[in-house]
């Protein structure tokens, strides 16, 4: 009884160990894949786009005066 114990609960573990890696495999390529085509291909990985504050596109399009 104690070796199949044993077993079952190897086998257990490594199933676990295998669907985490299949799950990070996954976010990982759902992360770093490109997420649209452009006209020239598809576009380059990036998650996120960054914008200096004092760059003229970042801020509102309405200008607020008071």
Do not use: C, Y
Not at 38 to 60: K, M, R
């Amino acid at each position: 009884m104690a070796g199949e114990a044993g077993s079952g609960a190897l086998r257990e573990l490594i199933l676990v160990v295998a669907v985490a890696l299949a799950g990070l495999l996954l976010a990982m390529a759902a992360a770093f894949a490109p997420w649209h085509a452009t006209s020239a291909g598809n576009a380059p990985a990036g998650l996120v786009e960054l914008h200096s504050p004092g760059d003229p596109s970042s801020g509102p399009v309405v200008a607020h005066v008071g």
